[in-house]
């Protein structure tokens, strides 16, 4: 399965993106990770085949909204009020399993996407 990642850009802070990510195969828990230089990947939000269940990292809760299509193999990330620590490069990672809970660590999924770099200024 190969996810190709897109959406972002440079914006203002307080304004709003939508990242989204397609998936050339069948996934199972779709994410959205964020990386900045020097450090790791971090988690930002997760979301299950079915869509109920999701999980956000603390730092995006109320401002960033994970959802999929799964009819396109799609999983989008609606990001709002968006802040300079956001910046980041942000890939979707995807797994060829379901859990039942949606795993943070980013060793747990098998797929990943190239990555699309989001900058946020001040």
């Known amino acids: 399965v190969q996810l190709q990642a897109s959406g972002g850009g440079l914006v203002q802070a307080g304004d709003s993106l939508r990242l989204s990510c397609a998936a050339s195969g069948r996934t199972y828990v779709m994410a959205w990770f964020r990386q900045t230089p020097g450090k790791e990947r971090e988690f930002v939000a997760g979301?299950?085949?079915?869509?109920?269940?999701?999980n956000y990292a603390e730092s995006v809760k109320g401002r960033f909204t994970i959802s999929r299509m799964n009819a396109e193999n799609t999983v989008y990330l609606q990001v709002n009020s968006l802040k300079p620590e956001d910046t980041a490069v942000y890939y979707c990672?995807?797994?060829?399993?379901?859990?039942?809970?949606?795993?943070?660590?980013?060793?747990?999924?098998?797929?990943w996407g190239q990555g699309t770099l989001v900058t946020v200024s001040s």
């Open positions: 979301i299950d085949r079915t869509g109920v269940r999701k």
């Open positions: 990672a995807a797994t060829f399993r379901p859990y039942g809970i949606i795993p943070t660590s980013a060793s747990t999924y098998n797929y």
